[in-house]
């Protein structure tokens, strides 16, 4: 029996299935093998050669491993084909006693019977470029994160970590709320005319003032907004010119890591780590009815468009059996990589066209449903005839006024019968503001000359935005635009801030903490080269270079290094602090009366007396959460001694009221039990507290949008 090993455990069954009962199918559930977490395990004085360990909780794997395989006639190492891939498979060798120059390297962009029975007939050597362009990350990370670190807990306070990618991702925020700090709104106004044909008011439609005296209007204050609507001729609406074309929309391309997750956050709500997990899923297999486990997509960590020629064919079949010969373009349709992708894979796209989302949806999770059924249809869109329209452009004249009209009629779904984007044409306004006010679905026959009646004249003030803070979705797209990070590191990286407390949700925005702008500060005095997003993504190119041409890694690191120690000389020499200010509260010290202040310390905020050091009452800082509705007395946010967060009331001993969800002080309309929430993916679900009543609701969380208390216990 021949051994196969894997990576994700949640792959074993699926591929099981797939090859069949001459194979013993094992999976490592990730690394074996890594740089130890209690010291930096990177010798520097050595090379910069890394000191790995087997993971404590992987050494049962190692044995059983070591096991099988003295009863294996062969052993194919098919982690994930992507650099960790690599790592792990190179790692498993090592340890194994696997020679890495023999074809042991079984790789798959699908988990399909073709694609995984194709792999192990044709395995190659293990790649030792893809390797080292991992582990050059890995001492980089290493030496970034263990170096930085103690420097930020220095200066800033305790339990605080940098890390070579994160840090430029957090820069990014930063430098964003910055801009939007120093921006100061300008007015300008706009104006709509309503018209229609001089005769029949029925044949109405809308077109805005674009140009005064042929150049671009500029209204900026409400006394010239007077002076447009005082010259403005009611009775001298003219049709000056008409332009007729067809129009031509052609699909988008199928999705990469970073559009999947664009595109599932605006249109399905996801954030990315759920979009991630979806993903993993789907492509790992799913327990469809009558099939068993079966894997829905292809691999889902990429950065290219490419489509292969087999899933061009599938397309092509399934498209002119189902829409018609007309729905396929006359030539398949190729999207072109950018230059900075690996192109290492595939774009993301369903296995199977004829495993539609509805056959198997009864199968799936909804979360799991709707992203499948984006993957989808974006892909069978991708390979379909461009949707055409009629369009018409009219400009209208009134003296030196010119005012524009947009008309769109449809001639041919094409793709869009599968996949529409539901967005209108619009024009963007230097000032950033979007407007498609002169766009009408149903523009009347118009010809050059013509009169027009004026209906009315509508003048709106406006003011000049600032930039928009990034949403996660959007954070991704600006990471893979700077080259920073790669498919596999996107959500990771967002994750890790949120975890560590540099950035917080404002809505569905992504906002730095004042610890995150302090992080970012500090990183800019000492580190500023280091943190700059063109030097991380120098750095990503020089890793593409160890992967595709073989750079040696010992001399990027030793480049990077050498830098990078006299960095961290001059910062730990300076005397020059970035502690967090206190926060004033309403709170009174029992002690003395003065006012308590939130102050950071090694085990987190805690209130102390502002009064110090003549005071020096500090204490555990409590967030109240609601009334007790025990005793009426509020509802703390504690923490038991397994860290483990807990609500109980400020009047413990004497009342012994305790919840591990949120307290509301809303009462059960069933039973008059206190009720609890919990935010589910964006909606807060009210439930009532008393087992026997299966009461619950769920609450948009945007009508929560006045409620600051909610907002804080939510986020």
Not at 147 to 152: C, F, M, Q, T, V
Not at 409 to 423: C, E, I, Q, R, S
Request: proline share 5%.
């Amino acid at each position: 029996m021949d051994l196969v090993i894997i990576e994700g455990i949640g792959k074993v069954e699926t591929i099981k299935k797939l090859v069949g009962s001459n194979y013993d199918v094992v999976a490592t559930n990730g690394h074996v093998r890594d740089l130890p977490t209690n010291r930096l395990a990177v010798n520097i004085l050595d090379n910069f050669e890394p000191q790995y360990e087997i993971i404590p909780d992987k050494k049962d794997i190692v044995k059983k491993l070591q096991d099988k395989i003295k009863k294996a006639n062969n052993v194919y190492l098919a982690s994930d084909p992507d650099r960790e891939g690599e790592a792990i498979s190179w790692h498993l060798s090592q340890i194994l006693g696997l020679d890495p120059k023999k074809p042991i390297r079984a790789t798959y962009n699908q988990i399909s019977k073709e694609a995984v029975l194709e792999a192990l007939k044709n395995p190659r050597p293990l790649d030792e470029n893809l390797f080292n362009a991992q582990q050059a990350r890995r001492i980089l990370d290493r030496l970034v994160g263990y170096k930085l670190s103690p420097i930020l807990n220095k200066k800033i306070q305790p339990k605080l970590s940098a890390g070579r990618v994160q840090s430029a991702t957090l820069k990014i925020l930063v430098d964003r709320e910055r801009e939007i700090r120093k921006f100061k709104p300008q007015e300008y106004w706009t104006f709509l005319a309503n018209l229609s044909k001089l005769n029949d008011e029925n044949q109405n439609f809308r077109a805005s003032l674009i140009k005064v005296s042929n150049k671009k209007v500029n209204v900026k204050n409400k006394e010239e907004a007077d002076v447009v609507l005082n010259e403005l001729n009611q009775n001298n609406f003219v049709v000056k010119n008409i332009k007729k074309s067809v129009g031509k929309s052609k699909p988008q391309a199928p999705f990469t890591t970073s559009t999947m997750q664009q595109e599932a956050s605006s249109k399905l709500g996801f954030n990315v780590k759920k979009v991630s997990s979806c993903a993993q899923q789907l492509y790992e297999g799913v327990e469809i009815k009558g099939e068993g486990k079966v894997a829905l997509i292809t691999y889902i960590r990429t950065d290219s468009v490419r489509v292969s020629p087999e899933a061009q064919s599938m397309a092509k079949n399934f498209i002119i059996d189902k829409f018609g010969k007309k729905y396929y373009p006359s030539t398949p349709n190729v999207y072109k990589t950018k230059k900075s992708a690996q192109d290492a894979h595939e774009a993301i796209r369903p296995i199977n066209l004829n495993r539609t989302p509805e056959m198997v949806k009864d199968s799936l999770s909804a979360d799991n449903y709707k992203l499948y059924k984006l993957i989808y249809n974006k892909f069978l869109a991708s390979q379909m005839a461009e949707s055409t329209y009629n369009s018409v452009v009219a400009e209208i004249e009134n003296d030196k006024y010119l005012f524009k009209a947009v008309g769109k009629t449809p001639l041919f779904d094409g793709y869009t019968a599968v996949y529409n984007l539901d967005k209108k044409p619009t024009k963007k306004l230097d000032n950033n503001e979007e407007v498609d006010e002169s766009e009408n679905a149903n523009l009347p026959e118009l010809t050059e000359n013509e009169l027009l009646k004026l209906l009315s004249i509508v003048p709106s003030q406006k003011f000049t935005k600032p930039p928009s803070r990034f949403t996660e979705a959007s954070l991704v797209k600006e990471m893979e635009e700077s080259g920073i990070g790669r498919p596999s590191t996107y959500a990771a990286t967002i994750t890790v801030l949120a975890n560590r407390k540099y950035t917080e949700l404002d809505g569905k925005s992504l906002k730095p903490t004042e610890l995150g702008e302090k992080v970012t500060e500090m990183l800019e005095k000492y580190f500023g080269d280091i943190i700059e997003v063109d030097f991380t993504a120098s750095m990503e190119n020089k890793l593409d270079e160890i992967a595709e041409e073989g750079l040696d890694w010992h001399g990027v690191i030793r480049k990077f290094y050498d830098h990078f120690a006299k960095e961290l000389q001059v910062a730990d020499k300076d005397f020059v602090k970035f502690k967090m200010e206190p926060k004033q509260t309403d709170i009174k010290c029992e002690k003395c009366g003065s006012p308590m202040l939130i102050r950071t310390g090694k085990f987190g905020e805690f209130l102390a007396c502002s009064n110090y050091p003549a005071c020096k009452n500090a204490k555990r800082l409590e967030h109240v959460i609601a009334k007790c509705p025990k005793c009426g007395k509020n509802v703390l946010e504690k923490k038991s001694k397994k860290n483990k967060t807990f609500y109980g009331c400020e009047d413990y001993p004497n009342c012994d009221f305790v919840s591990w969800e949120i307290p509301v002080e809303e009462k059960c309309p069933n039973c008059g039990s206190y009720m609890t929430k919990k935010e589910y993916y964006g909606n807060v679900r009210i439930k009532c507290s008393n087992e026997k009543c299966n009461y619950s609701k769920t609450i948009k969380k945007e009508q929560n949008a006045n409620n600051s208390k909610e907002q804080n216990a939510e986020q």
